[in-house]
T-cell receptor, first 119, second 113 residues
Framework: DTGVSQDPRHKITKRGQNVTFRCDPI?????LYWYRQTLGQGPEFLTY????????KSRLLSDRFSAERPKGSFSTLEIQRTEQGDSAMYLC?????????????????FGPGTRLLVL | GENVEQHPSTLSVQEGDSAVIKCTYS??????FPWYKQELGKRPQLIID?????GEKKDQRIAVTLNKTAKHFSLHITETQPEDSAVYFC????????????FGSGTRLSIRP
């Protein structure tokens, strides 16, 4: 599978611990997105990068969450001092933006997700 | 901000019949409407999308219609097959929203043999 990959696929942690997830986008995709999905709901946007720049963050992204994309390729999402409410599927997606901002949306391709359970 | 409503939340149809899922959106500036299919335990996968400069798009058994005036769009699946069973999400995005896609809450489609 040469699509978006995520690691780990599953993570169980105790409340208060820090966790870090990794996303590897499709090669040469310049945009990378993080979403959170809870049971029975659609994915909720968290943040996105264009190359290494983090251009938008959702209000859902509390100060315990931080995301990086240091070299414009893979990205990490860290959650500090995890809470039970953080339990969810964390999805990464990538896309290739061929035009400047303000032009029609490009297709986002999703990874398999990291399922987080906070005990 | 944008809000996307999706109905129904569950849908059961006889194999071979058609299935229709409807969505409404709130932001009149939305101009891109993708549909994703998510099978149990798997990633969301794009099945079809439509942009605001067209009213209908078809790909084999799947079609999507868009009514910009009423701010609603629909997914139509004809001649349903068992492998169509999954959760379907509609979504909307604006070109000025920094590529943020807002998803509906999903429709669980079951195909009865």
């Amino acid at each position: 599978d040469t699509g978006v990959s995520q690691d780990p696929r599953h993570k169980i942690t105790k409340r208060g611990q820090n966790v870090t997830f990794r996303c590897d986008p499709i090669s040469e995709h310049n945009r990378l997105y993080w979403y959170r999905q809870t049971l029975g709901q659609g994915p909720e946007f968290l943040t996105y990068f264009q190359n290494e720049a983090q251009l938008e963050k959702s209000r859902l992204l509390s100060d315990r969450f931080s995301a990086e994309r240091p070299k414009g390729s893979f990205s990490t999402l860290e959650i500090q001092r995890t809470e039970q409410g953080d339990s969810a599927m964390y999805l990464c997606a990538s896309s290739l933006a061929r035009s400047a901002r303000g032009t029609p949306q490009e297709t986002q391709y999703f990874g398999p997700g990291t399922r987080l359970l906070v005990l | 901000g944008e809000n996307v409503e999706q109905h129904p939340s569950t849908l059961s149809v006889q194999e071979g019949d058609s299935a229709v899922i409807k969505c409404t959106y709130s932001d009149s500036a939305s101009n891109y409407f993708p549909w994703y299919k998510q099978e149990l335990g798997k990633r969301p996968q794009l099945i079809i999308d439509i942009r605001s400069n067209v009213g209908e798009k078809k790909d084999q058994r799947i079609a999507v219609t868009l009514n910009k005036t009423a701010k609603h769009f629909s997914l139509h699946i004809t001649e349903t097959q068992p492998e169509d069973s999954a959760v379907y999400f509609c979504a909307a995005s604006t070109s000025s929203s920094a590529s943020k896609i807002i998803f509906g809450s999903g429709t669980r489609l079951s195909i009865r043999p």
